[in-house]
């Protein structure tokens, strides 16, 4: 079996590394009306709820109606 060759941890500096430029980080404020932001703070809380909810209603609506037919 030949030797592994040893895995270089030093970094490369001089004209051949590569130069890393400082990054750029921009944040833009948006300004919103107090429900503008209840809503962008609570969107995916609500949007669930609603989901959860109708499911429910939905579920309650076939159970009520099986009972409704087996009653009959």
């Known amino acids: 079996?030949?030797?592994?060759?040893?895995?270089?941890?030093?970094?490369?500096?001089g004209a051949?590394?590569?130069q890393t430029s400082p990054q750029v980080i921009r944040v833009a404020a948006v300004k919103?009306?107090?429900?503008?932001?209840?809503?962008?703070e609570k969107k995916r809380l609500v949007?669930?709820?609603?989901i959860t909810a109708g499911v429910v209603v939905i579920v309650a609506l076939l159970i009520?109606?099986?009972i409704r037919l087996i009653t009959m």
């Open 64 to 66: 009520l109606e099986l």
């Open 32 to 40: 919103r009306s107090k429900p503008g932001q209840w809503w962008h």
């Open 1 to 13: 079996m030949s030797k592994q060759k040893k895995k270089r941890n030093k970094q490369y500096k």
């Open 47 to 50: 949007i669930r709820s609603v």
């Open 16 to 18: 051949g590394a590569k």
